[in-house]
């Protein structure tokens, strides 16, 4: 076999293609057009190159900066023999690196993997072994956690890992790389790779509802599309100051419209460590910043904190996008009639299908729905449980099938057969009902997934982790509503009753210590722990966490 057909193989492996019939639709529309990320980035940085691309701290990158770091910092990535189709699990907080480092990565053709800061050596671990990733990328500290730790573990875990390179410092331990001295790539370019825009370029991860975070196949010319498409919706043009305050790897952050609709329009990324509304009111000042995106739960704690006296900023930003979980309508009305703000709400998944409501609805339904499609290719279908679909405004499940949504999951065929539908359909698993006006609102979740603020847990997976516990029988995490969040998550547990038990408190710390020990992300550890002698039972036999929920509200 000659070489270039083995490394097709290699890129196409464990990858769910869309069918030959689609992609000629999405290219004759125009959606998909032939560019990579890669020149997409270079494109911006042509067009907009003493434009500032982002402001991260004291420091300030013109669009042609940062591509020349980009530039660089593949030349060292490449100077250390990473190829086309390796991987790199990036995990860094909102700082200029991330960037350098995704479109380095993505210039040779190496496929990162989006980390979130909040995981831990189970997660992460469990990406490079999926991958086979063979450069973990991540901070020395940040929020008080010390990531040369989670790396180390990793390393002793998984045999594809050849690099961690820190960006900091390296601190006592041995084996791990610091950021490099780019300047000494300067002048040098690497060979673009052979690579093309229906290749898949990186992975987003999902919050999943069964086992562990499933990794999900985005293409360049299916990412490009819902990026350009989403900038277009959400008018970002060159004078747009986004702050960006949820975590810079999260697909919302990304492409909805996110960093990258920026960058297409040459706008200004502020990059925010701090989610409080203190740093992020000052940034919000000092820099004219007219494009927010927030979870619900950051939101509500904005509005506390005018509420008790803040100055009014919601009303100085031209837009504030809220998802990533229902937002209360309440707190949507407060919003706009107290606090004169532009709102737009936004119901998307890294898999792929991102709804808007759009600047000209009425105000109602952007208090009230989660707005509509992107395209008018992105299929919906609103279906029973025996998937056959619904008359128009009932509620049901979710499905759907388009221009940027995803076929399958990375590499697990069984679980595939699961989420999507035999034609292709994504099962979002969301319960949602569209209104006479086609807006779509968010009615529950079908699936077994806590949305702890916008951050998702697997039930399952931290059921697995806990029925592990020698002493216990068996578990269920169930979601609890909370005011601030919107749900947290209580563990039900059935313990092997012992005479030299301690105290429930005492246990409760043990049990939430055995988690993260573990090493799962730090939102997914149980925020309550209930013990109980049984569980009740469904008439199929299992776990009623129905009943379950009913008695935590009770
Ligand atoms: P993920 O698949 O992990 O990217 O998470 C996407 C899921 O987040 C969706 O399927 C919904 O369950 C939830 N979600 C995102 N945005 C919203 C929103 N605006 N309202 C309600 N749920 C949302
Ligand atoms: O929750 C999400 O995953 C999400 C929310 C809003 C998302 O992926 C998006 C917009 O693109």
């Known amino acids: ?266 706008g200004t990324l502020v990059l925010s460590q701090d989610p409080t509304a203190a740093a992020c009111f000052a940034l919000i000042k000092q820099h004219k910043v007219s494009h927010v995106a927030l979870v619900p739960a950051l939101a509500a704690a904005w509005v506390e904190a005018v509420s008790k006296g803040a100055e009014n900023i919601f009303s100085q930003l031209e837009v504030l996008q809220v998802g990533g979980a229902r937002l209360a309508d309440a707190l949507a009305r407060q919003l706009i009639e107290q606090y004169q703000c532009r709102l737009q709400q936004v119901f998307g998944m890294a898999e792929g299908l991102v709804n808007y409501t759009r600047y000209n609805d009425d105000i109602e339904q952007i208090i009230s729905t989660q707005g509509s499609r992107i395209s008018a290719d992105d299929e919906i279908k609103v279906v029973d449980d025996e998937d056959r679909e619904l008359p128009q405004g009932e509620v049901g499940h979710l499905l759907t099938r388009g221009p940027y949504t995803i076929r399958g999951y990375f590499n697990v065929p069984e679980h595939n057969r699961n989420a999507f539908t035999t034609d292709g359909f994504y099962r979002t698993g969301d319960l949602v009902r569209i209104n006479a006006e086609g807006n779509i609102i968010v009615e529950g979740r079908s699936k077994d997934q806590i949305n702890r603020g916008g951050e998702k847990i697997a039930t399952e997976e931290v059921e697995q982790v806990l029925n592990q516990h020698p002493q216990i029988i068996q578990s269920a995490l169930v979601s609890m509503p909370d005011q601030m969040l919107g749900e947290k998550s209580c563990a039900y547990i059935q313990w092997r009753t012992d005479t030299t038990d301690p105290s429930p408190t005492r246990l409760m710390m043990q049990l939430r210590q055995y988690v993260q020990h573990y090493g799962l992300a730090t939102y997914k550890i149980p925020d309550r722990i209930e013990f109980v002698e049984d569980m009740p039972y469904t008439a199929l036999g299992k776990i009623d966490k129905k009943a379950l929920r009913q008695r935590l509200v009770a």
């Open 1 to 266: 076999m000659s070489e270039q057909t083995l490394l097709e193989q290699k890129l196409w492996e464990g990858i769910v293609q869309y069918p030959e019939d689609f992609v000629e639709k999405y290219i004759a529309k125009g959606y998909w057009f032939g560019q990579t990320l890669s020149d997409f980035f270079i494109e911006c940085a042509e067009k907009y190159a003493q434009n500032t691309a982002i402001i991260c701290g004291e420091r300030h990158f013109s669009y042609a900066q940062l591509q020349q770091h980009i530039d660089e910092f593949a030349v060292y990535l490449s100077k250390q023999g990473y190829q086309i189709g390796d991987s790199v699990v990036i995990q860094l907080p909102n700082i200029a690196e991330f960037f350098i480092a995704y479109f380095g990565a993505l210039r040779i053709g190496m496929r990162p993997i989006m980390s979130l800061p909040a995981h831990r050596h189970a997660e992460v671990s469990h990406f490079i072994g999926q991958t086979q990733a063979k450069l973990y990328i991540c901070a020395d500290r940040f929020m008080g956690f010390d990531y040369r730790k989670l790396a180390l573990e990793c390393k002793q875990r998984c045999e594809s890992l050849q690099q961690v390179l820190v960006v900091g410092t390296s601190g006592e331990l041995s084996g791990f790389t610091t950021w490099p001295d780019l300047s000494k790539y300067q002048q040098q370019r690497v060979v673009p790779p052979n690579l093309t825009a229906r290749h898949v370029a990186f992975f987003q991860l999902s919050g999943g509802s069964t086992g562990t975070p499933k990794l999900i196949p985005r293409t360049h010319d299916d990412y490009l599309y819902s990026v350009r498409a989403s900038a277009d919706i959400c008018e970002l043009n060159q004078t747009t100051k986004m702050l960006m305050v949820l975590p810079v790897a999260h697909n919302f952050s990304m492409s909805s419209a996110g960093s990258l609709g920026l960058f297409y329009t040459g």
